[in-house]
């Protein structure tokens, strides 16, 4: 079958348009991503602005025309941390069934770990080895950890690239006493999974803070899926480029690579984050991978559908 999974974040909203077959194998037909910043101002306000429910829905009606255009089975879409603490979610969903004829299906910060864990596995042939899953969003970081297509532990974390950035920051780049702040609230954050268990072998970082720090790693300007595939890095790597982006102002960082449009002001809080968790976990190197929550999402809805 042929989907359109879509995956309404805080910062972005992703489209993947993939053919799944009998045993759960995607195949990846285009991959479409826009920067609405549907949560601009959640952390504070608890609530979704109007222009930037509009921004999102404008997203998602050019969205639907794309998935009509391939011909898709089904759209399927979820919205995770933004809307999920929004008082005014229902809003959204209700307005995007009535302007995109598409139904939101919100989904708590545990689901949303396990899925985007199915979706870092999904295109790989070893899913035995004991491998722990780093998905860093605009509000929230999801951490899983286990084997096969199943993690063992998941966490979702309040600790997301626009939510640190919005909180901590204030001057552009942040002042050193900012920065060291929000490593603090990341490192009470991150006490909360449960490391001492997840022995893990293998780490993947998903989404787009990281596969943008693996271009920058690379000197890569335009977005190269081959780059970011189960690229490797070290600590150390991840170091020296989080080390520039403290000194950087937004304009700075899109010089170095067009992927980092839209995240530019709160790629270095992504970075941060990252590099914690890393610490946190005893890794010293970890895989980057762009299959992330919209993957698995499609691996779930699939999977209901053939259960009936």
Do not use: W
Not at 175 to 187: L, N, T
Not at 208 to 220: E, F, P, V
């Amino acid at each position: 079958m042929r989907y359109a999974s879509i995956d309404i974040g805080t910062n972005t909203i992703l489209m993947l348009v993939g053919e799944i077959d009998g045993g759960l194998s995607i195949s990846r037909l285009e991959d479409f991503y826009e920067v609405p910043r549907v949560g601009k101002g959640i952390s504070s306000s608890k609530l979704l602005a109007q222009d930037a429910m509009m921004r999102g829905v404008k997203v998602l009606e050019r969205y639907r025309e794309i998935a009509q255009e391939y011909r898709v089975d089904r759209v399927v879409a979820s919205a995770t941390s933004a809307v999920r603490d929004a008082h005014n979610r229902l809003d959204f969903v209700n307005l995007v069934r009535q302007r995109c004829g598409m139904d939101v299906e919100i989904i708590d910060g545990v689901t949303e770990a396990r899925l985007g864990f199915m979706g870092a596995l999904s295109a790989i042939s070893d899913k035995i080895e004991p491998t722990l899953v780093i998905d860093i969003g605009g509000g929230s970081t999801e951490l899983s950890f286990g084997t096969e297509m199943e993690p063992r532990y998941t966490k979702s974390l309040d600790i997301g690239a626009v939510r640190l950035t919005e909180r901590f920051f204030t001057s552009v780049p942040p002042a050193s006493d900012e920065v060291e702040k929000a490593i603090e609230f990341i490192r009470r954050a991150a006490v909360r999974f449960p490391f001492s268990k997840a022995r893990a072998s293998r780490v993947f970082a998903v989404a787009g803070t990281a596969t943008t720090i693996a271009l920058i790693a690379q000197k890569k300007y335009e977005f190269d899926l081959a780059a970011v595939t189960n690229y490797e890095m070290s600590r150390g790597g991840l170091d020296e480029v989080l080390s520039d982006l403290r000194k950087m102002s937004p304009s700075e960082v899109r010089k170095i690579t067009a992927a980092a449009e839209g995240r530019e002001d709160v790629l270095l809080a992504g970075a941060l984050i990252l590099s914690e968790i890393l610490k946190a976990s005893g890794a010293q190197t970890f895989l980057t991978t762009d299959r992330g929550l919209r993957y698995g999402y499609m691996i779930y809805k699939h999977r209901q559908l053939l259960a009936g």
